[in-house]
């Protein structure tokens, strides 16, 4: 995906990622997961977005520049993977929240930690470039408007107003969604 993929309304990146594959390669295996399940954080406005307590050693990759990997460590135990939108300093960002999976990967994919763990995403890709060949998306199958639910995200009720808005998506009867 070229960086102006990237470099758009945060919404409209979340919708658009739907259908792409998730891909990483390292020099010996190789796993792909069809991205079923997003969430779109809209910057530092964004009361449930990591980016709203400002600029932080933490936050700083999605302060970047658009089209790189956001990983960080939640609860201390599980990683979570998002990418990088808008105009560097924006500080927006997509989870990716669920993945089919395309060929065999070792565990589920059903939610943020579990997609991480299966396709081997850690802290040491916070920040990588995802138009290099080690972590990246390329686009899938073509996806209707129609395919494409929005409900409230998760997880995030201490936003007040925010935790409400209709910034989770995700990919009609896919069973591979975390929370229908």
């Given amino acids: 995906m070229p960086r102006e993929f990237y470099s758009r309304d945060t919404a409209t990146v979340a919708r658009a990622l739907l259908g792409c594959e998730l891909v990483h390669q390292t020099d010996d295996d190789l796993r792909v ?4 399940e997003v ?4 910057g530092a406005h ?9 600029l932080t050693p933490r936050t700083a990759t ?4 658009p089209g790189h990997a956001y990983v960080y460590l939640i609860y201390g135990l599980h990683h979570c993977m998002n990418v990088v939108t808008e105009p ?6 997509v ?17 943020p930690g579990l ?6 995403i850690d802290r040491r890709h916070n920040g990588l470039d995802l138009l290099g060949e080690t972590l990246y ?6 996806v209707r408007p129609s395919q494409v639910v929005s409900r409230p995200r998760i997880g995030v009720d201490y936003a007040g107003a925010w935790a409400r808005r209709l910034l989770r998506f995700y990919l009609k009867g896919e069973p591979d969604v975390s929370r229908p």
Avoid: N, Q, W
């Avoid at 964004?46 to 400002?54: E, F, I, P, T, Y």
């Avoid at 999605?62 to 520049?65: A, K, R």
């Avoid at 998306?137 to 073509?142: D, E, F, T, V, Y």
């Fill in 95 to 111: 989870l990716i929240r669920a993945l089919a999976p395309v060929g065999p990967l070792p565990g589920r994919t059903a939610g």
């Fill in 39 to 42: 969430e779109a954080y809209l």
């Fill in 88 to 93: 560097e300093g924006h500080g927006a960002a």
């Fill in 46 to 54: 964004d009361l449930a977005a990591h980016s709203s307590k400002g």
């Fill in 33 to 36: 997961g069809r991205i079923v």
């Fill in 137 to 142: 998306l390329r686009a899938g199958p073509a």
């Fill in 62 to 65: 999605m302060f970047g520049p």
């Fill in 115 to 120: 997609l991480c763990k299966a396709m081997g």
